[in-house]
C-alpha cells in the first residue's frame, strides 16, 4: 500500500511571502504526481499534475517539482485567494489513487 | 459551460443502501474516466472507485469493496455509485471526478453532495 504524506500540517504565511510545501510518497512514483487546492466549502481544483505542470489557468506563482518519493509546491506572492487546503495525490500506482492528508495555508 | 452536478445526497439510516448521480453538462462524459471521492466532515480526501470511460473497467478502494458499486450510463451523461449497508463512517460529502484515462489525475470535480448517515 502506497502512502502519501504531507508536510506541514498547518503553515502560516504573510500575504506577498512564500509557501513551501512538502508531499512524500512511500514508494517510488516516478513523477506521477498532482496538487489540488480546496478552498473552504469548496470542491477540489487541480494545480498540478506530472508534479511540475500548471493545469489550465493556474497562474505562474505556483511552481511544483520533485521526482519519485519527494515533492515540493512552492507559492510565490501568496495572494489572499491561495490561503486553503492543498493535498497531494499520485497516480502512479494505479488504480489506487492515494491524496496526502492535506495541509492548511493560513493567514499570518 | 463544462461542470459535474452531484445529487442524491441527503440523511439516509444506518444498514440502509444510497445512489448518487453525477450529471455532466458543457461535455460528453464519454469520453472520461470517471471517479467518486468523498469528504469527511474535517477530514481529508479519500477515493472510492473508478471506471473506465465505456464501463468496461471498475475499481474500488479496499476500504468500500463489496459495498459500493460504481455505474455509469453515457447515454445520460450520468455517472452513479451505489452504497450499501451505510454507517455513521460514510457520513461524508461525496465529488465525482473526471480523468482523461484511469491511468491519471482528476482534472474536473463536482461541487459534491452531503450523505448523513443517522438515525
Known amino acids: 500500500e502506497i502512502v502519501m504524506t504531507q508536510s506541514p500540517v498547518n503553515m502560516s504565511v504573510s500575504p506577498g511571502g512564500r509557501a513551501t510545501l512538502s508531499c512524500r510518497a512511500s514508494?517510488?512514483?516516478?513523477?506521477?504526481l498532482a496538487w489540488y487546492q480546496q478552498k473552504r466549502g469548496q470542491a477540489p481544483r487541480l494545480l498540478i499534475y506530472?508534479?511540475?505542470t500548471r493545469a489550465t489557468g493556474i497562474p505562474a506563482r505556483f511552481s511544483g517539482s520533485g521526482f519519485g518519493t519527494d515533492f515540493t509546491l512552492t507559492i510565490s506572492n501568496l495572494q489572499s485567494e491561495d490561503f486553503a487546503v492543498y493535498y497531494c495525490?499520485?497516480?502512479?500506482?494505479?488504480?489506487?489513487?492515494?491524496f496526502g492528508q492535506g495541509t492548511k495555508v493560513e493567514i499570518k | 459551460q463544462v461542470r459535474l452536478v452531484e445529487s442524491g445526497g441527503g440523511v439516509v439510516q444506518p444498514g440502509r443502501s444510497l445512489r448518487l448521480s453525477c450529471v455532466a453538462s458543457?461535455?460528453?462524459?464519454?469520453?472520461?474516466?470517471m471517479h467518486w471521492v468523498r469528504q469527511a466532515p474535517g477530514k481529508g480526501l479519500e477515493w472510492l472507485a473508478v471506471?473506465?470511460?465505456?464501463?468496461?473497467?471498475?475499481y474500488y478502494a479496499d476500504a468500500v469493496e463489496g459495498r459500493c458499486t460504481i455505474s455509469r450510463d453515457n447515454s445520460k451523461n450520468t455517472l452513479y455509485v451505489e452504497m450499501s449497508s451505510l454507517t455513521t463512517e460514510d457520513t461524508a460529502v461525496y465529488y465525482c471526478?473526471?480523468?482523461?484515462?484511469?491511468?491519471?489525475?482528476?482534472?474536473?470535480w463536482g461541487q459534491g453532495t452531503l450523505v448523513t448517515v443517522s438515525s
Open positions: 471526478a473526471t480523468s482523461v484515462v484511469i491511468t491519471t489525475y482528476f482534472d474536473l
Open positions: 458543457g461535455f460528453a462524459l464519454n469520453s472520461y474516466a
Open positions: 471506471i473506465s470511460y465505456d464501463g468496461d473497467y471498475k
Open positions: 514508494q517510488s512514483i516516478s513523477n506521477n
Open positions: 506530472g508534479a511540475s
Open positions: 495525490q499520485q497516480y502512479e500506482k494505479w488504480p489506487v489513487y492515494p
